[in-house]
């Protein structure tokens, strides 16, 4: 399955310098260090939104699922990094309710088992 609406997918400035790559975020300090190790940096922002935008239009691993603030979808692919390596991640989307634009909620490192590749 493809992620619906994928080329329209908004990535917000402010989940990307404010909470992805935030060292100081309390829940995303973890985040902030694996992502900023890869090259991504709060200056050039948009280039980190622009990978998380290229790995939803390209992967087909995405599980969709309902919850009460919208349709929820999981994808799970290789990151596209200024330092050219590939990491395994995991992102969640959502569509919300009475809304048509695909937004990411998160992104996270994810190590897949052998039946998620």
Same mark, same amino acid.
Request: aromatic residues 10%.
């Given at each position: ?6 080329? +329209?997918?908004? /990535? %917000? ?12 975020? %309390? ?11 890869? &090259?991504?940096? /709060?200056? +050039? ?11 939803? +239009?390209?992967?087909? +691993?995405?599980? $969709?699922?309902?919850? %009460? ?7 799970? &692919? ?5 330092? &050219?390596?590939? $990491? ?6 959502? /569509?919300?309710? &009475? ?9 996270? $490192?994810?190590? %897949? ?5």
């Amino acid at each position: 399955m493809h992620l619906p609406n994928a080329h +329209n997918a908004v /990535v %917000p400035k402010e989940k990307i310098v404010d909470y992805l790559l935030n060292s100081m975020h %309390p829940d995303g300090a973890g985040k902030a260090a694996f992502f900023l190790a890869l &090259g991504f940096s /709060v200056v +050039n922002w948009s280039v980190f939104a622009d990978a998380l935008k290229s790995l939803a +239009n390209d992967s087909v +691993n995405v599980t $969709p699922s309902h919850s %009460p603030f919208g349709e929820k979808f999981v994808v799970d &692919g290789e990151l596209i990094t200024p330092c &050219g390596k590939m $990491p395994f991640v995991r992102t969640v989307w959502i /569509v919300d309710v &009475g809304e048509e634009i695909l937004r990411l909620v998160t992104a996270y $490192p994810y190590e %897949p088992r052998d039946e998620d590749v």
